[in-house]
Nanobody
Framework: QVQLVESGGGLVQAGGSLRLSCVAS????????MGWFRQAPEKEREFVAA????????TYADSVKGRTTISRDNAKNTVFLQMNNLKPEDTAVYYC?????????????????WGQGTQVTVSS
């Protein structure tokens, strides 16, 4: 089992950047493909990005593609989400998640472990 803790959220103006981090404990992060999801007020949680166990393969939601980079440092048991050119519609609680499946997936139902989330607020 793995525990996930996100950090790096905050309040930023539109056009700004944030780097979210997700630190894992309990098991080595390299055992999992990892994903980031977000949930805006009164909306369902949605997929943002995912990265393979090695970090060599990534996939992004169309809404963030070109502005966002997911990466990982397995030696530090950490996954990152670099978000640039932030927009007010990016405002949400951001969650990292781990899946024991050995492939990338956008399906949040296939993720086994979740962090508690970090709030990102983008002002216009």
């Amino acid at each position: 089992q793995v525990q996930l803790v996100e950090s790096g959220g905050g309040l930023v103006q539109a056009g700004g950047s944030l780097r979210l981090s997700c630190v894992a404990s309990g098991r080595t992060l390299s055992s999992y493909a990892m994903g980031w999801f977000r949930q805006a007020p009164e909306k369902e949680r949605e997929f943002v990005a995912a990265v393979s166990q090695s970090g060599g393969i990534t996939t992004y939601a169309d809404s963030v593609k070109g502005r966002t980079t997911i990466s990982r440092d397995n030696a530090k048991n950490t996954v990152f989400l670099q978000m640039n050119n932030l927009k007010p519609e990016d405002t949400a609680v951001y969650y990292c998640a781990a899946t024991e499946r050995h492939y990338l997936t956008r399906n949040q139902g296939l993720y086994d472990y979740w962090g508690q989330g970090t709030q990102v607020t983008v002002s216009s």
